[in-house]
Nanobody
């Protein structure tokens, strides 16, 4: 029901834009978020956005470099990633929160996309 796309291979300092499109269900009343998971590591919160797009939150590691947004209908969420670093390499997952606000906690999310690989070369 959530389809993430836009990952790929990019050099250090480059940019990527991830998209997360919902289908089969409307998430316009749900907070949405992005998480990532690198090999051998826990899933890590990256960014979250409220149902109306008015409130956002970011992990300290990406603040100022990444921007989360959602379209007017609320069913597609984006993650613009700039100034990418090798440590940003991971599989990126989008999720739909059970709440109207986004959340930093993975267990607050009821639906997850399949993940998209982001690889940043040094």
């Amino acid at each position: 029901q959530l389809q993430a796309s836009g990952g790929g291979l990019v050099q250090t300092g480059g940019s990527l834009r991830l998209s997360c499109e919902a289908s089969g269900r409307i998430f316009s009343n749900n907070g949405m978020g992005w998480f990532r998971q690198a090999p051998g590591k826990e899933r890590e919160f990256i960014a979250a956005i409220s149902w109306n797009g008015f409130n956002t939150a970011y992990a300290d590691s990406v603040k100022g470099r990444f921007t989360i947004s959602r379209d007017y209908a609320g069913n597609t969420v984006y993650l613009q990633m700039n100034s990418l670093k090798p440590e940003d390499t991971a599989v990126y997952y989008c999720g739909a929160s059970r709440y109207a606000t986004g959340s930093r906690q993975a267990d607050h999310y009821s639906y997850w996309g399949q993940g998209t690989q982001v690889t940043v070369s040094s």
